[in-house]
């Protein structure tokens, strides 16, 4: 990873992520599973994350079209990630409030209406 590497953890730190740098930008979904989840997300390339403790001290969750799975630690529950099921689909989602929260301060949040309108409302 390069020298502007961060790293976050789930709550009981079974699960590392590790990003090759900080995000600019994070989503706050509002479709039916992003707004029990809480997460903020930030899109990295699978290429370019590093996860310890996945697949062993992970179990995931997929439904709807089959196009993603959400993915969690098995002790603490703490969503990590999600990541695509499609072949050819490179583009992850990291939920950030598993790094630093300072990082927040940071970052622009842009809202996306995934329960209705499928855009960005911001």
């Excluded at 390069?2 to 979904?29: F, K, Q």
């Excluded at 969690?72 to 990541?83: E, L, N, Q």
């Excluded at 695509?84 to 300072?102: A, C, S």
Aim: proline fraction near 5%.
């Amino acid at each position: 990873m390069a020298s502007g590497a961060i790293r976050g953890a789930c709550h009981c730190g079974a699960v590392t992520l590790t990003l090759p740098a900080a995000p600019t930008r994070a989503t706050l979904c509002n479709c039916s599973s992003c707004r029990r989840l809480g997460a903020l997300w930030a899109y990295y390339d699978v290429s370019e994350v590093l996860i310890d403790g996945e697949p062993e001290r992970t179990d995931e969750y997929v439904w709807g079209d089959r196009t993603l799975r959400t993915v969690r630690c098995k002790t603490c529950g703490c969503v990590t990630h999600w990541a695509p099921l499609k072949p050819g689909q490179t583009r992850m989602g990291i939920n950030i409030r598993n790094f630093d929260p300072v990082l927040m301060q940071h970052i622009q949040l842009r809202r996306f209406d995934g329960a209705d309108s499928w855009t960005f409302v911001d």
